[in-house]
């Protein structure tokens, strides 16, 4: 009767941590459409790729990125700006390509293609070449 009893003992620990394993907690698995458009994105760094990276300049520091499902974005320059003539907000399209492993943004007849580097829940991080090769990386 003991083997029969530790059978059952080991099956009620197994089963419950099976159980707690598969919580609802965990976290979904997105999309790269659902991680670009889940919530706007605000610029953490800049790096000059092979020099190194800083912080972004204050004016820049409370812009907003957001990309809406529907392929269009909307970027705001938040409360402080460069120059205060700027306007507010521009709005654009954007487009994945090459398997989503680009953004293609498109604004006033300007076509800027930014390669992703990284995309989770909390980090995009781009590449592009603007003059040097430049990496931004932005957060919420």
């Given at each position: 009767?003991?083997?029969l ?10 089963t ?26 605000k610029?953490?760094?800049?790096t ?17 990125y957001?990309f ?7 970027f705001?320059e ?63």
């Amino acid at each position: 009767m003991k083997p029969l009893q530790l059978i059952f003992a080991f099956s009620l620990v197994l089963t419950t941590g099976l159980i707690s394993s598969c919580s609802k907690d965990d976290d979904p698995i997105l999309s790269r459409l659902e991680l670009l458009t889940q919530k706007p994105w605000k610029l953490k760094s800049t790096t000059i790729v092979g020099i190194g990276s800083s912080p972004p300049e204050s004016y820049s520091a409370d812009d907003i990125y957001t990309f809406n499902a529907d392929g269009t974005y909307l970027f705001d320059e938040g409360p402080t700006k460069e120059d205060p003539s700027d306007t507010q907000t521009t709005n654009g399209t954007w487009e994945f390509a090459e398997n989503e492993t680009v953004i293609k943004l498109s604004y006033g007849g300007i076509t800027l293609n930014q390669e992703i580097v990284e995309l989770t829940s909390t980090t995009l991080k781009v590449k592009f070449n603007f003059i040097f090769d430049l990496e931004e990386t932005f957060g919420h």
